[in-house]
């Protein structure tokens, strides 16, 4: 039995019905990594010493007859912007290349509470600015599809890892579709929350009114329970809102009967791969099949979500790096001058991340704030407006996630715009702070295809209810990469 | 262009970056072409729509003010690439 390919609530069968230990599931897990990590490079830091004590903590308590939770024992990896104590933290930037925390992040805080094990960090983007991990200080992770193509990003080492079975499930973080667009080109099942449904203490910031963390998994029963242990307010995150948290797997029922779907025109437009499209298509006829009544409708401010997200996520950037000065933490440059002190440290930052603080501090700059930050935050007012709308008449909208299947390495890096329009899908739910899951819903070129299902704020039970109903009715996500180079 | 060499000098030094001649040449087109593209907002009539502040409907979120753990001097300082007498140190910053 390959323990590696089994979901966490089965693993929590075996591990509980004594028919493995839970060193022997991380064992499985970490034999695995060291398997595919050389040709994917989906880790910054492999904790392997950390994981098997934390594994054998789990077998003592279990032989001392404790109740184990249902993520005790499992293998996971944190995307490098999640503090852990201890453990280096690099956000992907040679800024925090020696970077170790202090505290942890209260997320990873409550999966140790809940027992999981904590296999590596993974590779992303430098400070989660990108969507092909490339722009990582490090190194270029690959696409388990196919090792010719990016796993997405900026939560491409964490899907990665994910998709070739290396760690159980992972968190990400998701500014713009940082979670969805990584799990949609690796076939895993990604959720961006609610904005305020789980906390971002000790989560290094990128753009703080859009950022969300959340679970990376291969089924959607995993993701739920690691949302039921993410979830909830956090004394240290004012914006952690006290909403009650439900246990999520009960909306894991297999019912879309009377369900409202909204389908909004717009994401099937111009841009759009003509097989992606028709693959979300079925999938929407699928659940139309199961009882739930198809509407197409039109978003009117679509076209204005990537305007406006290239505004305030750099805005927000800008005035959020700020603090990486060679002062409190992070590289220093070693000159005499303050403000040479300042701009040489600030070297060691990558070209995209210095890109998007020109861009920001432009856009916040005298004499241009009202052209273009005051005007997108008046944008986002209609944006967010138009979605409650249409939340008054559906219970969920379905889009895909990205615009075509993951691209080949090196093909976007020097096309910018090209590379901005892959979150094209994916922009809206962060300007909106709903919540929206992406799960498989087929193949192109090989490659996995991502359908995205957004759901009203606080509503992830109703977009998991779908995404179960759907997942229990296909296959997709029974298939494993084969770890190899494809036929391009 | 949106933005010459000139802008873009002036930008790196609010943003203390430093930019080599060629990076300015290049940021100066690939800021300008970004720039251009979210200009397609200026066709979005907002007259009369308030600036989206904060997502959420929260205004202050408020708890007792009761003494609990923080940061000890030592674990604050523990990153500081130069340290002190429990203190940061940066370059002197006034003539003698």
Not at chain 1, 361 to 387: C, N, V
Not at chain 2, 3 to 25: C, G, H, N, P, S
Request: hydrophobic letters at 40%; aromatic letters at 8%; glycine letters at 8%.
């Amino acid at each position: 039995m390959e323990l590696w390919k089994l979901p966490a609530h089965s693993l929590h069968k075996l591990l509980v019905g004594g028919e493995v230990t839970a060193q022997e599931i991380t064992s499985a897990f970490l034999q695995r990594l060291r398997e595919v990590e050389p040709q994917l490079q989906a880790f910054i830091t492999v904790t392997e010493e950390l994981a098997l004590e934390q594994a054998q903590e789990i077998d003592r308590r279990r032989e001392k007859g404790e109740e184990l939770p249902p993520l005790a024992g499992i293998p996971f990896a944190l995307k490098d912007n999640i503090s852990v104590r201890g453990i280096p933290t690099t956000c992907g930037s040679k800024m925090l290349e020696n970077y170790i925390p202090v505290y942890d992040a209260t997320i990873y805080k409550r999966l140790r509470e809940a027992g999981s094990v904590l296999v590596g960090k993974t590779n992303m983007d430098e400070f989660a600015m990108g969507s092909s991990t490339e722009f990582s200080a490090f190194h270029v992770t690959r696409n388990p599809w196919n090792l010719e193509r990016v796993p997405g990003g900026s939560s491409g080492g964490s899907a990665a890892a994910i998709a070739a079975g290396a760690a159980n499930f992972a968190l990400g973080t998701d500014t713009g579709g940082s979670i969805r667009q990584p799990a949609a080109f690796c076939g895993i099942v990604g959720i961006k929350p609610t904005y305020g449904r789980v906390s971002r203490y000790g989560v290094i910031p990128f753009a703080s009114s859009l950022d969300q963390a959340g679970p990376m998994a291969r089924t959607v029963t995993d993701a739920a329970l690691v949302l039921n242990v993410i979830s909830g307010h956090d004394q240290r995150d004012s914006t952690a809102l006290k909403e009650p948290v439900p246990d999520y797997t009960s909306y894991l029922v297999p019912d879309v009967a009377g369900l409202k779907i909204g389908v909004p025109k717009e994401y099937f437009g111009e841009g759009i791969a003509p097989e992606v499209g028709a693959a979300i298509w079925e999938g929407i006829r699928l659940l139309e099949k199961l009882g739930a009544r198809v509407e197409e409708f039109s978003l009117q401010t679509a076209s204005h979500c990537l305007s406006a997200y290239y505004i305030i996520a750099p805005a927000e950037a800008s005035s959020n790096l700020a603090c990486y000065d060679g002062i409190r933490y992070g590289y220093r440059a070693d000159v005499d001058d303050l403000l040479g002190m300042y701009t040489k440290s600030r070297r060691v930052l990558g070209s995209e991340v210095r890109r998007r603080i020109m861009l920001g501090t432009y856009a916040l700059s005298a004499g241009y704030y009202d052209a273009y930050y005051h005007k997108a935050q008046q944008a986002r007012t209609l944006i967010r407006q138009e979605f409650k709308e249409a939340f008054e008449k559906y219970d969920v909208l379905i889009t895909p996630t990205t615009p075509n299947v993951a691209f080949a390495l090196g093909a976007m890096v020097d096309d910018l715009l090209a590379m901005y329009l892959s979150d094209v899908c994916t922009l809206a739910a962060n300007l909106a702070g709903l919540p929206a899951i992406s799960l498989p819903c087929g193949f192109s070129q090989g490659m996995p295809i991502g359908m995205q299902i957004l759901g009203k704020p606080f509503a992830e039970g109703k977009i998991l209810q779908v995404a179960y109903t759907f997942e229990q009715e296909t296959e997709y996500h029974k298939e494993f990469p084969p770890v190899s180079k494809g036929v391009m | 262009m949106i933005l010459d060499r000139k802008q873009v000098e002036e930008i790196a030094f609010l943003a203390r970056l430093e930019l080599t001649e060629e990076e300015k040449e290049e940021y100066a087109a690939q800021l300008s072409a970004i720039l251009s593209h979210v200009a397609k907002l200026q066709e979005l009539d907002t007259t009369g729509v308030p600036p989206t502040v904060h997502i959420l409907p929260v205004s202050n979120v408020l708890r007792e003010d009761e003494p609990g753990e923080s940061l000890p001097v030592e674990l604050a300082l523990a990153n500081a690439p130069e340290k002190a007498e429990g203190c940061f140190v940066v370059p002197r910053i006034l003539e003698e």
